[in-house]
């Protein structure tokens, strides 16, 4: 089928792609566009490592074509932090162990960032809840949750000390 | 010189042995920069993909490529037929049977390759394998290993049914192989002659191993160079180039292996699959590079089983509980081609430490391998070599002892397990338990959670259950197991014939900084930062200045690989004997500056010090710069060394789990409540590494335990091909686990350590399934199989008239 | 997994969207959250040459709430049901349905419109529509016309819709009435094993009306309305949940799965509908 100019902003960068209407997002974010944190993992929309953020929600870019996503707003892992300035929930995994094999991780990151922002004071049932749309085989999440509840924590002291 | 660091800020700053150091590898990760197999994007690199076979068993009448290489786009599309002239349409398994690599006259298992398309792109690869027609002419399929011992119809045709197999005589066209150990008759007349004896048949199910990241390669033959690269999902990348080697015909030197980042393993990833040798082709024809990918379904379906097993045992008692024989039989399904990962030796794996923790004077095992029409793998899913199925079939027989005995089931442990004195302790099938003192850790794990506390209560509630005032009944689920891992002496562990040492090289740089080198390859692990601890504790340079590597097999050094928890206890101890043969080196050069003889100096932590002058010093930095820099006389310039190690016996760790947890009997729900997992896996390298390697492994045992499954109907069809039906859990699932531990070091590691990676799943299945089991005890259960999924636990119930 | 090609179409208008329709007919399908379609379509079990995106139809989405009427537009999507306070003041069992409906990334892009049009008997909300007596809103090119939710399942995946429709409103009064939807399933991102839908009103310490729906216990939703009679006029006491659970159990009708076989299906719904009646009961 008919190849189409696709254009969409990513990680605050306006980009544009030529691709096939049956090419899925994650494919497109990731080998087209250069943004190899996002990962395949289920291809079924179960395990939540090809998470993105678009448009203010998390989505699992495996079961999105890229066309879908025609005009959108997505920022992927890359977009979180840079190397010199790391996101305070990048910073929090690697500070409580929150990762092993890192697959999943970037998803990961990606859904909890998303998560403190609809709910920057979340429990652990909420932290729990929240990311249950994201496998992790190594971690057996504890120190995930441990890393998101930390994060939630600096980024509310950090808000109290700005006020 | 002045120095104004106190001794205890320089062991600080090393990093080393004990402390939680945050993990190097994490930086890349957490930033979504990590280098996996499907990160890999060389210029001109073709997709393969399978066409697999819809049948569990049919014979393979015709293949017609037409419409698929008429498709724009197609570059190839091969078939067993193309890979006849290169010898490369079956391929040895690692435990010695061959394997078609693409269908070769029929196919033997639903999911089986029989085609591979190499296009342009995943698209039109994807396109192209719908257009390659197959007929197939069905057969009868065989999915019981018990029918498929009585059967008339011969999977496997191209074996002579009267030759011997890989591992002696075969008894039928359908079996592998007979291992024996042990002694048969006299365990049967123990049994015989014993007060009270239990038996139990168990099957422990057909699972899958599941990394998040799939299998898959890049191959790419440089025509110009003639050499060979293949990057891929590689857990022993040295034993993968070498097979690679004698399969292709290409010479080893001319072949490069690389593991790059790996998205988990857990034994998916130890074995060489159709999809690299056919990637490796198409790439020699093609003269480009050719990726493969397998998806989800492809990887469930057809990569790597674990387990099947069904186990059949008796165990005789005295009165007074003490264990005296313990007979074991499995029929182990290995499904089309035998292609378990287990050293050559051992067909089966370590089931033969299947007598536990426990002091049983005499035991036998007789294993029955046996092929059906289901996938090939019997790998080791985060355990080492079958250890899981031995230490479920010992901690499920003790329980049903216990039963028997109607007798309590941690007391029945207690009396019955090695004592500390005992060690090094002989084991009535053939190991030699290094080191353990489990007593100890028994006591500290009942008192931690409370033991008697936990009974009483439970002993409340079958009360109140049997008045009718609750549906939910309380099961505390207990398990104490002996690990076997570190695989192993070459003296008795090889796989193909390649012995199982492992291997570490290291570099220091002029200004005191290293690289090092080993022959493992992390897939999560953290071997980064584990081995430079053990390092750094060995030389004296800060963990922060070693680099680790590993996974190319041109810069490393030959190792057999990460799996069987076998880092730590082989190749960490590679790395401690390379650091001491750096020290040695040190030792000298510091004497010759100190103006001192040899033994005069000593090391303390990162410097040679004179004896009894330890303001008199050389640091190790100053040092390395005087090795490359200083002529010494009588010495080489440089601070290198290698290690090649070969264990003197496999290491022994062990632990004792304590699961709490509610059952809903009318809907079959459990509800963990608490799980306590006390692990003794020797010195600990980095407790924070150590505690996310129990947690995950713990997480893995739920999931197999409580509903991780491959199911086949009689068809032969796949019922778990996709997340949906196969049990990952999520964080919602996965309860908190409390963890602790007691340290009893290896005495023959180097540094006594015993690795620890598997351990928790090891010990977690039995321990979720206990949970389950004693629930019921007290309604008259006495065994029922995995996986406890919800039904599986409602029909618990229901057969123990619950509902009634 | 990769589907075969098609033909992408985004209409700004539902005119649009009916025009492919019409034009191509069984050869096109609507898209709209696309996480049940887009799999089928990656495992190549549906084949779809035309794919028509709803996401650019402005007057498909959100939620209105007139009097005592609730109008939600086909593309609102689950996360949006949830976050949705006057949605949950003027009827919570939405939210809580809506709660247990796969997991957070799906609830993101998963709509009602395609959890209901899809006649998935897995999918939770086309039993809980029945149990509101929701009216779907169709529209084609020459007619509009509105079907009640309780005869709009045919047979798994074969609805009352048409193939040159699109499903695009659904509305149903707003209740207060005490309200459960019980679901239990093998982890997050499961269908159901077996779920139910309960709302009841409660007059003078008794039953005034109550209504019963069921989800993945057959190949279609399933309402019944003998339990829904058997409660009425009762305290809601043991006995009449009794009767009203065994009532439900005759309309059912579940098949083996991976889930459990038959026996254990039967016996898990009187269980969870009973569960769904106390919840609704204490809450009317």
Same mark, same amino acid.
Do not use: A, S, T, W
């Given at each position: 089928m008919t190849k189409q100019i696709v254009s969409m902003t990513v990680n605050g960068e306006k980009k544009e792609v030529l691709a #096939?209407?049956?090419?899925l997002l994650i494919y497109v974010l990731r =080998? %087209? !566009? &250069? !943004? %190899? &944190?996002p990962h395949v993992g289920c291809e079924t929309s179960h395990c939540g490592a090809c998470t993105v953020e678009i448009d203010g929600k998390s989505v699992k870019s495996c079961t999105m074509f890229a066309a879908q996503a025609q005009g959108a707003q997505i920022t992927t892992i890359e977009g979180l932090g840079s190397p010199d300035n790391l996101h305070v929930l990048q910073e929090n995994f690697k500070e409580h162990h929150g990762? *092993?094999? &890192?697959?999943c991780t970037p998803g990961m990151i990606t859904r909890a960032h998303r998560l403190l922002i609809e709910n920057p004071n979340p429990t652990e049932e909420d932290i729990r809840f929240g990311i249950a749309g994201n496998i992790c085989r190594c971690t057996g999440y504890q120190n995930i949750v441990k890393s998101i509840l930390s994060a939630a924590a600096e980024i509310n002291a950090a808000k109290e000390a700005a006020q | 010189m002045k120095d104004e660091v106190t001794r205890d800020e320089r062991v600080s700053n090393l990093k080393g042995l004990g402390c939680s150091r945050k993990r190097v590898e994490d930086a890349r990760f957490t930033q979504g920069k990590g280098n996996y197999i499907d990160d890999m994007n060389l210029p001109g690199t073709l997709t393969g993909d399978f066409v697999r076979s819809p049948y569990a068993h049919a014979r393979i009448k015709s293949i017609n490529i037409d419409a698929a290489m008429a498709l724009d786009g197609v570059v190839a599309v091969l078939t067993a037929k193309d890979l006849e002239p290169l010898g490369l349409h079956w391929m040895p398994t690692l435990a010695g049977d061959k394997q078609m690599v693409l269908a070769d006259g029929k196919v033997l298992f639903q999911g089986q390759e029989v085609a591979f398309v190499v296009a342009s792109d995943r698209y039109i690869a994807s396109d192209a394998v719908e257009l390659v027609e197959v007929e197939y002419e069905e057969l009868p399929v065989i999915v019981d290993p018990f029918k498929s011992m009585q059967s +008339? $119809? $011969?999977?496997? #045709? +191209?074996?002579?049914? %009267?030759a011997p197999g890989a591992h002696g005589p075969r008894k039928h066209h359908n079996h592998i192989f007979t291992w024996e150990v042990g002694d048969e008759e006299g365990t049967n007349a123990v049994i015989d002659d014993a007060d009270i004896v239990a038996e139990e048949s168990m099957y422990y199910h057909r699972t899958h191993p599941c990394p998040l990241e799939p299998c898959g390669c890049v191959a790419s033959m440089d025509k110009v160079n003639g050499k060979l690269t293949l990057w891929g999902t590689f857990q022993a990348p040295h034993v993968v180039r070498t097979v690679a080697s004698l399969l292709s015909g290409i010479e080893e030197h001319n072949i490069r292996v690389v593991s790059p980042d790996i998205g988990g393993g857990f034994g998916n990833k130890v074995g060489v699959y159709p999809g690299y040798i056919c990637s490796i082709v198409a790439s020699i024809v093609t003269g480009v590079p050719v990726k493969w990918v397998e998806d989800r379904m492809e990887n469930l379906m057809s990569t790597a089983f674990a387990r099947d097993y069904w186990m059949k045992g008796k165990i005789s008692a005295t009165k007074e509980g003490k264990i005296t024989g313990l007979h074991c039989h499995v029929t182990a399904d290995h499904g089309a081609f035998d292609a378990c990962a287990d050293p050559t030796k051992f067909p089966a794996g370590f089931m033969n430490i299947c007598t536990g923790s426990y002091d049983i004077p005499i035991a036998y095992l007789g294993v029955d391998g046996v092929y059906t029409n289901k996938a090939p793998g019997g790998v080791s899913y985060r355990c080492s070599f079958r250890v899981t199925e031995a230490v479920y079939f010992i901690e499920r027989m003790i329980e049903v002892l216990a039963i028997e005995m109607d007798m309590d089931a941690a007391e029945l442990r207690r009396i019955n397990f090695i004592k500390? =004195? *005992?060690?090094p302790y002989n084991s009535a099938l053939g190991w030699e338990y290094d080191s353990g003192d489990y007593h100890t850790a028994w006591d500290k794990a009942l008192k931690a959670v409370d033991y008697d506390g936990l009974r009483k209560e439970q002993a409340e509630r079958v009360a109140a259950f049997k008045r009718g005032e609750t549906r939910t009944i309380m099961g505390i689920g207990l398990s104490f197991f002996t690990e076997i891992v570190g695989a192993g002496p070459v003296k008795n562990c090889d796989i193909l014939g390649m012995g199982m040492f492992d291997s570490c090289e290291i570099r220091i740089h002029p200004t005191g900084s290293a690289v090092a080198r080993l022959g493992t390859i992390s897939q999560g692990q953290g071997h980064a930062t584990t081995f430079a601890q053990i390092l750094a504790s060995e030389i004296g340079i800060s963990a922060e200045s070693i680099t680790i590597e590993e996974g190319d097999t041109d810069t490393a050094p030959y190792g057999l690989g990460t799996y069987g928890s076998r880092s730590t206890p082989v190749a960490g101890a590679a790395a401690a004997m390379a650091g001491r043969k750096i020290r040695a080196k040190a030792q000298m050069i510091a004497a010759y500056l100190l103006e001192v003889h040899d033994d005069d100096v000593e090391f303390d932590v990162d410097r040679f010090v004179i004896k009894g002058a330890p303001e008199r010093f050389k640091t190790m930095g100053e040092i390395a710069y005087a090795a490359y820099n200083q002529a010494i006389p009588g010495l080489e310039p440089g601070l290198e060394a290698v290690s090649y190690y070969d264990p003197p016996n496999m290491t022994y760790p062990f632990g004792a789990y304590v699961c709490v947890m509610d059952i809903d009997v009318d809907t079959g729900v459990p509800t963990i409540n608490r799980f306590y997992a006390l692990d003794d896996c020797g010195t600990r390298i980095n407790p924070m590494v150590i505690e996310g390697q129990i947690h995950g492994g713990l997480t893995e045992a739920l999931a197999v335990a409580l509903g991780q499954e491959i199911a086949y109907d009689d068809m032969g069809n796949h019922k778990n091909a996709t997340l949906m039906d196969f049990f990952l859990p999520t964080a919602w699932e996965v309860p908190n686990y409390e963890t602790d531990f007691t340290v009893t070091p290896s005495p023959h590691h180097p540094i006594g350590a015993k690795g620890v990676g598997e351990s928790p799943h090891v010990g977690g299945v039995p321990c979720f399934s206990n949970a389950v089991q004693d629930a019921f005890r007290p309604f008259g259960n006495r065994h029922t199989n995995m996986p406890h999924d919800h039904w599986r636990i409602w029909k618990t119930a229901n057969d123990l008239g619950m509902h009634d | 997994m990769i589907p075969a090609a098609f033909e992408y179409y985004r209409p700004s208008d539902i005119a649009g969207a009916l025009s492919v329709l019409a034009e191509h007919g069984d050869d096109a399908r609507v898209l709209a959250g696309g996480h049940s379609l887009i799999p089928m379509m990656k495992l190549r079990m549906a084949d779809v040459p035309h794919l028509i995106d709803l996401q650019d139809i402005a007057g498909l989405k959100g939620t209105t709430i007139d009097g005592g009427t609730i109008t939600i537009g086909a593309m609102t999507t689950q996360h949006e049901l949830i976050n949705d306070d006057a949605l949950f003041a003027a009827c919570p069992i939405i939210r809580e349905a809506a709660l247990q409906i796969a997991d957070p990334q799906v609830r993101y892009m998963g709509t009602i419109g395609g959890n209901v049009a899809n006649g998935d008997p897995g999918n939770d909300m086309p039993g809980l529509m029945q149990c509101l007596d929701a009216s779907f809103v169709l529209v084609g090119a020459d007619r509009t016309r509105t079907v009640k939710a309780r005869s709009f399942y045919e047979a798994a995946y074969v609805t009352e819709r048409d193939d040159e429709e699109i499903l695009t409103h659904i509305t149903f009064a707003a209740s207060d009435a005490g309200f459960a939807y019980e679901k239990q399933k093998r982890k997050i991102g499961d269908y159901a094993t077996a779920a139910s839908a309960v709302l009841i009103t409660k007059t003078a310490g008794k039953v005034s009306t109550a209504s019963i729906a069921m989800t993945n216990l057959s190949d279609v939703p399933v309402l019944s309305e003998a339990a829904a009679a058997a409660l009425v006029g009762t305290t809601c006491d043991a006995a009449a949940v009794k009767v009203a659970v065994a009532a439900a159990l005759e309309d059912i009708d579940p098949t083996e799965d991976n889930r459990g076989p038959v026996a254990f299906k039967m016996h898990l719904a009187g269980i969870i509908i009973s569960r769904a009646i106390a919840r609704a009961w204490s809450r009317a």
């Open positions: #096939e209407p049956r090419e =080998e %087209k !566009m &250069g !943004m %190899k &944190g990762l *092993q094999c &890192g697959y | +008339d $119809v $011969v999977l496997r #045709e +191209d074996l002579d049914p %009267k500390k =004195e *005992q060690f | -």
